[in-house]
């Protein structure tokens, strides 16, 4: 156990230096890891390192998908959610009745079973990688709430696929009717039960006696609460912890106190990195046990059999995503879609960030190493070598690549307001709207507190700061009084109503909404930090 620990340190501190060599070149830091796990697998002390798929399952997809779901805008994932939709369930299914048949007519003896395990394994992008390198890239907003959709969903749609295929080759029996109806119960109950969940443990934040230490700890747990409680009753854990955490993080506002959500960012933000990691460096570290595993299977057989199907996947992948847009303009005729004319720029960066990670690498090593018949199971390894190749060749070639095509396609998000234009319209809005509630409600108390003069004058200055478009530094206020904090706590409180009546806008992008609540909760943080250091004695 002490080893297995000690391990993991060096493991963590060689993840650290390799991020670090990312940010120096300007590489995304997913596929330096995998090619340095790679790198370090052909050192003896690292060679036995091997990742379980129930490690990977439980221990790490569960955390990773609810911190997706905070981070994704539910607004955004609203308003594409058709295509998101499309993307996650049915191109999904598509593509791995494509791989399944491909698979078949390609390796001897392989059966319509074991192509349709493949396609399950190999079928949905990764969670990750994917939108980690299109945020490094400046990716349009658009692309990124649509992959950050997908990703969220397409996990679920590809398990429950493997699900099926793993029983009808273990069985040999297969009903279409009695899956597809099985299909939606997983689903269904998946959403149900994390949603269930999700609404406990809102309870519990909203009205128990909690502390930021207990809240934090809370949001830690609940994703784990979540899968397993699905995953118990055979349904969906990936769309309990997708479903029950978009619940929640639309309801972070009221369900967790400012100093909660200060401390919680940093908290996720570095559980996160160390946990993609080592998701990404273990990806790596798997080469030489797989190699080791393919048995009757020549290597260049091996290998041309993974180029061959990971050249179909991308191929499917851009079709799909040239025929979803045929289709958006076509049905656009006749109901309301987001983006009626898709073009052909978005759909060409969408299909090529089609990229493979650990939820394929984890499902192909969650398949059994018996049947139930007490004989190995049927090309195991071989699928296993398979997946590895994909996730690698789609992770360096489409990594790599994806920056450039974003940087030469210059796609812009349509009717979308620019990020500073969209800054300066909330920053005005809220000096509007305070000086307007101060004006209302403390008017006769400004005559008094030369603090609260202070502020109003400053939120003037900041209204025409912002009419004008120039810089005004701005000045810190050192005065002391209790009443100047109350007023100033309560304008707090009518600032983050306002951003909440703004994020109504869909012409405004969450992230930017976000940050000036983040903003806000600093403020809030800083007043409140003076009055536990006794400079103004105060009470809520």
């Known amino acids: 156990m002490q080893s297995t620990f000690i391990e993991y340190v060096y493991l963590i501190l060689i993840i650290l230096g390799l991020v670090m060599l990312a940010n120096k070149f300007r590489i995304a830091y997913p596929i330096v890891l995998v090619l340095g796990g790679l790198a370090i697998s052909f050192i003896p002390a690292f060679g036995n390192v091997t990742i379980s798929p129930n490690l990977v399952f439980f221990i790490f997809l569960p955390p990773l998908l609810y911190e997706a779901s905070w981070q994704v805008s539910w607004k955004e994932f609203w308003k594409y959610r058709r295509i998101i939709a499309s993307f996650a369930f049915p191109i999904v299914i598509l593509t791995s009745s494509v791989v399944a048949l491909v698979s078949v007519a390609l390796i001897p003896g392989f059966t319509l079973a074991l192509g349709f395990l493949l396609g399950g394994i190999i079928s949905p992008p990764d969670a990750i990688a994917a939108t980690t390198i299109m945020r490094e890239a400046k990716a349009p907003k658009l692309l990124v709430s649509v992959a950050e959709g997908e990703s969220l969903l397409n996990d679920a749609t590809s398990l429950i696929v493997f699900r099926f295929a793993l029983a009808a080759v273990l069985t040999g029996h297969f009903d279409l009717g009695e899956a597809s109806i099985n299909f939606l119960l997983v689903v269904l109950m998946g959403i149900v039960i994390g949603l269930a969940v999700g609404l406990i443990f809102y309870c519990i934040h909203r009205w128990l006696p909690v502390t930021p230490s207990i809240e934090i700890a809370l949001t830690l747990v609940t994703p784990y609460c979540m899968y397993y409680a699905a995953e118990h009753f055979h349904y969906s854990g990936v769309l309990a912890v997708v479903s029950g955490g978009l619940f929640l993080s639309g309801r972070r506002l009221s369900m967790l106190n400012y100093m909660s959500r200060i401390q919680g960012i940093n908290v996720w933000n570095s559980v996160v990195f160390v946990l993609n990691g080592l998701v990404f460096l273990l990806i790596g570290l798997q080469l030489p046990s797989i190699v080791n595993q393919l048995g009757d299977t ?243």
């Open 298 to 540: 020549s290597l260049m057989a091996a290998i041309s059999y993974g180029l061959i199907i990971s050249l179909v996947l991308i191929v499917a992948r851009l079709l799909c995503t040239f025929g979803a847009a045929g289709f958006t303009m076509f049905i656009s005729r006749y109901i309301k879609v987001a983006e009626p004319n898709p073009g052909w720029k978005a759909p060409l960066l969408f299909g090529w960030a089609g990229i493979r990670g650990v939820v394929s690498l984890a499902a192909a090593l969650a398949i059994p190493l018996i049947a139930d018949n007490g004989e190995y199971f049927p090309y195991r390894n071989l699928i296993l070598f398979i997946t590895f190749i994909v996730i690698l060749v789609t992770l360096v070639l489409q990594g790599l690549t994806l920056p450039w095509f974003i940087k030469k396609l210059k796609l812009e998000d349509p009717n979308a307001i620019p990020s500073e234009e969209q800054e300066k319209i909330i920053q005005k809005k809220i000096a509007v709207a305070s000086l307007a509630y101060l004006e209302k409600n403390f008017s006769g108390v400004g005559l008094q507190n030369e603090r609260l003069i202070n502020l109003k004058a400053k939120l003037k200055t900041e209204m025409d700061f912002y009419n004008r478009q120039i810089s005004i530094p701005g000045k810190n206020n050192q005065s002391s009084g209790a009443e100047f904090h109350k007023i100033y706590l309560a304008l707090l409180e009518h600032q983050r109503n306002l951003l909440e009546q703004i994020n109504g806008n869909l012409e405004f992008d969450e992230d930017v909404l976000r940050k000036y609540q983040f903003l806000i909760d600093m403020d809030e943080y800083k007043i409140r930090e003076k009055f536990t250091n006794g400079e103004d004695d105060i009470r809520d």
